[in-house]
């Protein structure tokens, strides 16, 4: 084993000992140790890290600035232990990174989803349940799209209304309370794949016609073929609006709700931090300039609070 991927595997353990997921990192970088091994490279150069982080030739500025800065930061982790590292530097492939606005869906558009979700073709009748009830809970909680997939029955308190969120992103647990109607809706699931799926292989809560749980490569197939089918997305789309868009939406609405009925959202925006399980309140603020609407009534604030300042 060289030295290089030796340093690679103890900077992937360190990192995720503090927390960090490194998926598509950890996948990126041991390219880069593959690519470093057959170029015969004993340690980190920038011409090195630079002719990998290039590659493809076809892909986006922004995705060779992105693991470029993958390696810079492996790079980092190896210059003490091996001098003869080189830090790439951090402008060598500008490109200042735009978070896009979300698509925030509207009611007639998630009825019109939801609908086509309980259309599914189904071998046992389960199938079309599961996706309807697991798009609403994306809608009514703004989960991330694995942290659904990922509850099992312990984790769902049909009782109470609470849902126990174990190893989220940053490697927390929360709890997140649902509204009744969504506490409902699981309630119907619950009795629905309890009768149609009598012995199933997974203890996962939401399952698939096999009874095992759902995996994201078949939740985000599914999503955009429902995208498609209820006009989400255009006939010819390839592109369009994410399941990520409904957390987005959840967090906006919330927000706009406070300043309609006078809520002090700078005070009360933590809550929402962690409701959403963020790591860092900057996260949630973001919201605060998502949408037109949400950034008039924010300049209103501020410009409010100016006027008492003054007075």
């Keep these: ?113 939801l609908k086509a979700a309980r259309r599914l073709p189904s071998a046992i009748g389960l199938r079309p349940h599961t996706f309807a009830t697991l798009l609403g809970l994306y ?47 699981l309630q119907r699931y619950a009795k629905i794949r309890d009768r149609l799926c009598r012995s199933p292989g997974s203890p996962r809560f939401f399952l698939s016609d096999r009874g095992n749980g759902v995996t994201y490569d078949t939740l985000r197939w ?20 994410r399941l990520h868009g409904f957390r987005h939406r959840l967090a906006i609405h919330t927000l706009l709700k406070w300043y309609r009925h006078g809520v002090d959202v700078e005070r009360h925006l933590p809550e929402l931090s962690t409701y959403l399980g963020h790591a860092h309140i900057t996260d949630t603020q973001w919201y605060l300039t998502a949408t037109p609407q949400l950034l008039r009534y924010a300049l209103n604030r501020v410009e409010r609070s100016e006027r008492r300042t003054r007075l």
């Design 222 to 241: 599914t999503f955009v073929k429902l995208s498609h089918q209820s006009g989400l997305r255009g006939p010819g789309d390839s592109q369009g609006p």
């Design 1 to 113: 084993m060289s030295a290089l991927r030796t340093a690679f595997d103890e900077y992937l353990a360190v990192r995720r000992a503090l927390g960090y997921k490194l998926r598509l990192e950890g996948r990126l970088l041991r390219r880069f140790v593959d690519f470093a091994e057959r170029a015969g490279a004993e340690y980190i150069t920038t011409e090195l890290a630079l002719r990998w982080a290039t590659q493809p030739a076809h892909a986006q500025p922004s995705q060779w600035a992105n693991r470029l800065g993958m390696v810079r930061r492996f790079a980092r982790y190896c210059l003490p232990n091996d001098p003869r590292t080189v830090v790439p530097p951090p402008d060598l492939l500008p490109h200042p990174y735009r978070r896009v606005a979300p698509h925030i869906a509207s009611d007639e558009e998630i009825l019109r989803l």
């Design 139 to 185: 809608v009514a909680t703004g989960l991330r799209a694995n942290e659904a997939l990922h509850l099992d029955r312990d984790d769902v308190d049909l009782i109470h209304g609470v849902l126990t969120i174990r190893d989220t992103k940053f490697g927390k647990t929360r709890y997140v309370p649902v509204h009744r109607s969504t506490q409902r809706a």
